[in-house]
């Protein structure tokens, strides 16, 4: 089982990024989902999670500029992230919660003028 993380890129400050986590397997719906993310130089932070009845959870720096969602039929859950600031440069991952599946590369997420 893989997590595939997508929709990174360069952005500028105050613009949206959609960002996507697949995953291969069986058993999505059954796992509360989350995403992390970490910083240049910094330890791998909690940003938002999401149970598996759809309740969100975020760290309080994203909170109403971040939504996260999921999609159990596409074993896929998502962070749609507006509002962008430079301080929210980093590569993105997701996992399950606890995490159980090995991380994967992440998706870079770089905000810039």
């Known amino acids: 089982v893989q997590l595939q993380a997508s929709g990174g890129g360069l952005v500028q400050p105050g613009g949206s990024l959609r960002l996507s986590c697949a995953t291969s397997?069986?058993?999505?719906?059954?796992?509360?989902m989350v995403w992390y993310r970490q910083a240049p130089g910094k330890v791998r932070l909690w940003v938002a999670s999401i149970t598996t009845r759809g309740s969100p959870n975020y760290v309080d720096s994203v909170k109403g500029r971040f939504t996260i969602s999921r999609d159990d039929a596409k074993n896929t859950v998502y962070l749609q992230m507006n509002s962008l600031k430079p301080e929210d440069t980093a590569v993105y991952y997701c996992?399950?919660?606890?995490?159980?599946?090995?991380w994967g590369q992440g998706t870079l997420v770089t905000v810039s003028s």
């Open positions: 397997g069986s058993g999505f719906s059954s796992n509360d």
């Open positions: 996992n399950t919660i606890p995490p159980r599946l090995p």
